[in-house]
């Protein structure tokens, strides 16, 4: 069972790490994909983070901005989010992939791959 927690009222240009830890089965060895939705629109990817090599995908949009790290001893994966945008406001996911998969594919965003999702943590940017 996956939870993202973490999220809350920020102030434009500020920051905030997302948490994403999961009980009864080790990250270590799981792609991990983190997910938004915004009010109004489309569930869509933010990035996607393969397991062993580290080999990660960031959106466009949150490119330069967003760092994803995989804290192994508390079994965690965290979104660490800088110069956030009125944008960025949206309910944040995570979610491994189908299968066990270790690998985030090129397509990372593809949400079918996706089958172990978390309950949402909410981050609201505005001043």
């Known amino acids: 069972q996956l939870q993202a927690s973490g999220g809350g009222l920020v102030q434009p240009g500020g920051s905030l790490r997302l948490s994403c830890v999961a009980s009864?089965?080790?990250?270590?060895?799981?792609?991990i994909g983190w997910f938004r939705r915004a009010p109004g629109k489309e569930r869509e990817g933010v990035s996607c983070?393969?397991?062993?090599?580290?080999?990660?995908y960031y959106a466009d949009s949150v490119q330069g901005r967003f760092t994803v790290s995989r804290d192994k001893a508390n079994n965690a994966v965290y979104l660490e989010m800088h110069n956030l945008l009125p944008e960025d406001s949206a309910v944040y996911y995570c979610?491994?992939?189908?299968?066990?998969?270790?690998?985030?594919?090129?397509?990372?965003?593809?949400?079918?791959?996706?089958?172990?999702w978390g309950q949402g943590t909410l981050v609201t940017v505005s001043s």
């Open positions: 979610a491994t992939r189908a299968n066990r998969a270790s690998r985030c594919k090129i397509k990372w965003s593809f949400e079918p791959d996706f089958a172990n």
């Open positions: 009864g089965d080790s990250l270590e060895y799981h792609a």
């Open positions: 983070t393969s397991a062993m090599d580290g080999e990660l």
